[in-house]
């Protein structure tokens, strides 16, 4: 029931059908009962419940999507962003600015959920910063706040350009990026200046190719040449083994032998002189045909010899060429080095760029900021501030005082925010109730306590309380609770276990639904 009020107040439908450890795992039985039967809430506050006539909020909702979705407010179909709007001008017109929201607003009034049943003050979801309670509570206290969005915003943005400067100055700051950059500048001109003095031979990779062809064609032809020489030197020698055959010089002694081996052999017609002449002639005969080829193969050394020649000069002009000029592989090396170093210069100057536009927005949010926290925590505000805990303590402490015989209050400081460095407000109850039924009679007197004082200073609120686990309450504080409720023109609404209501309680005047295992609020 106090969550179905509170769906009709802005609250989500999930806090009707989902478990609220587990968001994710949802009751399906209930939620398929919800939308298949098109189920209606209709809440309707009323300014005076005594009067039949007083003017009335009328809120309806149901659980269907898009086309089929009802959301009014006084019959007047609205968006959810727009509900919340409209119940703040409907609720508390006073409140114009956007912080706190109306969800923040009555989040103390409805009490069903971990964080507002068990927390006096803070009532919010547990993701709420202490930026949004310190707005909360200025507002709620009329302590005439109105900068809590802007600076709530300003915050976030602090927060968003500090944790970019981090990200950005992960492994170093931004001076070392300077000193980078100042290097890289330095190495980039080293380059430029080197690429400019670079004697690029344009025919570089044909004279290059063409040194290699006559490198290889002084390579065949001194084979030529060796292999002819040694062909040439080879004749010689056999033509020198030839002609040492040759009958020369004196013969005498063999002269004599022939002539008594003439004796010895009749029929003997030649003369000694005629065999030494025929034998010379023969050798020389063996001699020119050994040596006919030695014109052609002098001819074709000597030809080989100027060609040699011309290649040689060829390739030391070729290798001079070559040695006075830098290749296109070195420019292409300078031209590399080059862009990666201009690619690096500006990975550097967009991370010094960046890191200036976070100082420089760091410094107008701090500025801004500034302006804000100068009134927000000066000593006329914090005067102010205590004046008007002064004022409301005088409730809390009065209606502690009927229901526990204590006096209990609300005090505040100004602390630093461990993580933004920044001042902020931390509002906290004075007294420190341990035990859960003690505490929630604390929070019960807070509420009741804010009621009156939101009277007192003519700032709206509602009327009305809605309250789970207040069976954890004595019986006596319940009855107490009931009695000032219902002197006070309050509204209390407690979902309580039949076997913990107090007999007081019990009686039908004062109970609006009664539900059990055999009859639920669905009946599913």
């Given at each position: 029931m106090l969550a179905l009020i509170d769906f009709c107040l802005g609250g989500s439908?999930?806090?009707?059908?989902?478990?609220?450890?587990?968001?994710?795992?949802?009751?399906?039985?209930?939620?398929?009962?919800?939308?298949?039967?098109?189920?209606?809430?209709t809440l309707i506050l009323k300014e005076d419940l005594d009067?039949?006539?007083?003017p009335e909020v009328s809120v309806e909702k149901n659980f269907l999507t898009y086309k089929k979705k009802i959301q009014k407010v006084n019959q007047e179909p609205l968006t959810d962003d727009e509900l919340e709007l409209r119940l703040m001008e409907l609720l508390i017109p006073e409140h114009t600015s956007e912080k706190p929201t109306f969800r923040q607003i009555i989040s103390h009034s409805i009490r069903y959920k971990d964080e507002s049943v068990n927390r006096t003050l803070r009532t919010l979801d547990k993701f709420a910063k202490d930026t949004e309670y310190e707005t909360l509570h200025l507002f709620l206290f009329n302590c005439n706040f109105n900068d809590g969005k802007s600076r709530?915003?300003?915050?976030?943005?602090?927060?968003?350009?500090?944790?970019f400067e981090t990200r950005l100055g992960q492994r170093q700051n931004k001076t070392d990026f300077q000193m980078h950059l100042a290097i890289l500048e330095s190495r980039i001109e080293e380059l430029?200046?080197?690429?400019?003095?670079?004697?690029?031979?344009?025919?570089?990779?044909?004279?290059?190719?063409?040194l290699n062809q006559v490198r290889h064609t002084i390579s065949r032809t001194s084979a030529n040449i060796s292999t002819l020489s040694i062909?040439?030197?080879?004749?010689?020698?056999?033509?020198?083994?030839?002609?040492?055959?040759?009958?020369?010089?004196?013969?005498?002694?063999?002269?004599?032998?022939?002539?008594?081996?003439?004796?010895?052999?009749s029929g003997i017609q030649k003369s000694f002189d005629d065999l030494v002449t025929f034998h010379n002639s023969m050798i020389d005969e063996k001699v020119a045909f050994l040596t006919k080829d030695l014109p052609e193969l002098d001819e074709e050394l000597r030809s080989l010899s100027l060609e040699l020649s011309r290649l040689l000069a060829s390739e030391s002009e070729l290798v001079g060429l070559i040695a006075k000029s830098d290749s296109f592989s070195e420019l292409e090396s300078l031209i590399g080095a080059l862009n990666s170093a201009y690619t690096k210069k500006g990975e550097y100057e967009v991370l010094i760029k960046q890191l200036d536009d976070v100082e420089r927005n760091l410094k107008e949010y701090e500025e801004q900021l500034s302006q804000i926290d100068d009134l927000l925590f000066s000593d006329e505000a914090k005067k102010t501030i205590s004046l008007q805990l002064m004022k409301f303590n005088e409730y809390f402490s009065s209606v502690s005082r009927e229901l526990y015989d204590e006096d209990y209050g609300v005090t505040y400081k100004v602390e630093i925010n461990k993580k933004t460095g920044h001042k902020v407000y931390k509002f906290s109850a004075l007294n420190r109730n341990m035990s859960s039924g003690k505490k929630q009679g604390e929070i019960s007197c807070f509420d009741l306590a804010y009621i009156l004082f939101a009277r007192g200073e003519e700032i709206s609120c509602l009327d009305f309380?809605?309250?789970?686990?207040?069976?954890?309450?004595?019986?006596?504080?319940?009855?107490?609770?009931?009695?000032f409720a219902i002197k006070n023109d309050i509204q209390f609404v407690a979902s309580i276990l039949k076997d913990k209501l107090p007999p007081e309680l019990n009686n039908e005047e004062y109970i609006a639904v009664k539900l059990s295992q055999t009859d639920k609020l669905f009946r599913i």
């Open positions: 439908a999930k806090s009707i059908y989902a478990d609220p450890e587990n968001p994710k795992e949802v009751y399906e039985l209930v939620k398929e009962f919800l939308v298949n039967n098109e189920v209606l809430i009067v039949t006539d007083s709530q915003s300003i915050l976030e943005r602090i927060k968003v350009e500090r944790t430029q200046k080197a690429k400019s003095l670079l004697n690029v031979n344009v025919n570089f990779e044909a004279d290059l190719a063409h062909r040439r030197q080879l004749l010689e020698e056999a033509r020198d083994e030839v002609s040492s055959g040759k009958f020369l010089g004196s013969l005498d002694h063999l002269s004599n032998l022939y002539r008594q081996a003439t004796k010895q052999v309380l809605l309250n789970d686990k207040k069976e954890l309450m004595d019986d006596h504080q319940l009855v107490k609770i009931a009695d």
